[in-house]
């Protein structure tokens, strides 16, 4: 709401807890702050003041997030790129046995091509 709200329109929220829910949400911080502080002194209703807390506190911590990304510098993110993948001990061993049966296999062709059979 942009105007001031007076004690008599607050303290009439407080007569229901519909009434409550369906203003608190147009409610400033201080006037959320008046607000508790009527029903502490009231009727002191633990549930109500409760609720109030919760907005109010939600509030302020929005205004304070808000504060503090004002003052902070924009970064924009950076993109991560992912590094290469190690080979684990068990894959090197595995590459290494792969690597020796082709060297095993070229080297039976090779010496196949130079004995022909029946000489």
Do not use: C
Not at 80 to 85: E, G, L, R, S
Not at 99 to 119: E, I, L, S
């Amino acid at each position: 709401m942009a105007h001031k709200i007076s004690d008599r329109q607050l303290k009439d929220m407080l007569v229901n807890w519909v009434d409550l829910n369906k203003d608190l949400r147009n409610l400033k911080e201080n006037d959320l702050q008046r607000l508790l502080r009527f029903e502490r002194d009231g009727k002191n209703r633990h549930t109500l003041i409760r609720r109030i807390y919760t907005r109010y506190s939600k509030m302020r911590s929005k205004r304070e997030l808000d504060e503090i990304l004002k003052t902070s510098p924009v970064k924009t993110p950076e993109k991560k790129t992912a590094a290469p993948k190690k080979k684990t001990v068990a894959k090197k061993k595995v590459a290494k046995k792969k690597v020796a049966k082709k060297k095993a296999a070229v080297k039976k062709k090779a010496t196949a091509k130079q004995d022909p059979p029946g000489n």
